[in-house]
């Protein structure tokens, strides 16, 4: 038989090996827990006094509801920038825009790198956006059109700074923002939101802590964005450097992609527009992805100047 003493004192080792468990469980952090701890830049109020929230969300609603009347094609290069080599140009993007019910929608075609075919992806923006595409540079084939791998959404484009997360700008229509008011942009006046990432977009880049939006207050229109990082450090800024007027609309010209930790720039420029198109469905259609499309007619396309 075991002895009293004996037993009493694997009980009490019992005892402490419980109490240990239940300690230890209660330092693990709940799903909840850890994404309350993630970091979150505070609100940097640009006027004095807390801006309206409701006149914020009013301005940013507004924004999300306007863009290009009508379905337009534009012609693009990608001039790469880097902070030390030579700086290089990849021509021959093409994009087809338009706007459905979900949003914003276009369909790009990067230009091929080697012997690949050309990249090509179907970005739909809006509250329920999603990323098609079709072509895979790195292998050098194509393939049927798919839904983006989120984990290549921050890959980069094309051998360029470009990704899939700045094509499509989900943060446009994040949920969770606060309207900062307004701030000076190079001389003009715009309204400041701060944008923070849902619980997908943090789980595949845990360093982007937000995005801070700048909307012209004349016109409603981006004019630049920065992600936010620990410490509220700009991990990446995109500018909108020039704008160009083609039938009576204002359009984007050049597009500034500035990596703010290597100092690497990447510039999206508009060579060419074709605006007040009439594209039929199959253009966004993500089955059609992988087929070849024809540009507009030359004669359409309005050539812009450097």
């Known amino acids: 038989m075991e002895p009293a003493s004996r037993r009493t004192k694997l009980t009490r080792q019992a005892s402490l090996l419980a ?53 337009y094609f534009l012609e693009f290069d990608l001039r790469v920038l880097p902070r030390r080599g030579q700086t290089r140009v990849v021509t021959g993007g093409r994009l087809w825009g338009s706007r459905n019910d979900e949003g914003p929608i276009s369909r790009v075609e990067l230009p091929s790198v080697g012997n690949a075919d050309p990249r090509r992806m179907l970005v739909q923006n809006g509250p329920r956006g999603c990323i098609w595409t079709s072509g895979d540079e790195r292998a050098g084939v194509a393939t049927e059109a798919g839904a983006l791998d989120p984990a290549a959404l921050f890959e980069p484009l094309a051998g360029t700074g470009l990704t899939s997360f700045d094509l499509q700008m989900p943060y446009l229509y994040w949920g969770d923002f606060v309207f900062e008011g307004m ?107 992988a087929e070849p499309l024809s540009p507009p007619p030359a004669d359409r396309v309005r050539r812009l100047a450097p």
């Open 19 to 71: 109490c240990l468990v239940v300690f230890c469980a209660t330092l693990l952090p709940t799903e909840a827990e850890a994404q309350s701890r993630r970091y979150r830049p505070p609100a940097r109020y640009f006027q004095f006094g807390q801006p309206n929230q409701d006149e914020g969300r009013t301005i940013l609603e507004a924004f999300r509801q306007q863009g290009i009347a009508g379905d």
């Open 183 to 289: 701030a000076p942009v190079r001389g003009r006046p715009a309204h400041v939101f701060l944008m923070y990432p849902p619980d997908e977009i943090a789980a595949l880049k845990p360093e982007l802590a937000g995005v801070r939006v700048f909307l012209d207050t004349q016109f409603g229109a981006l004019v630049q964005s920065q992600q936010i990082g620990a410490e509220e450090r700009v991990l990446k800024t995109l500018s909108v450097l020039d704008l160009k007027k083609i039938d009576d609309q204002w359009m984007v010209k050049t597009i500034d992609l500035r990596d703010e930790t290597t100092r690497d720039k990447t510039q999206f420029i508009v060579t060419g527009a074709a605006l007040g198109l009439d594209f039929s469905a199959m253009v966004f259609d993500p089955a059609s992805l």
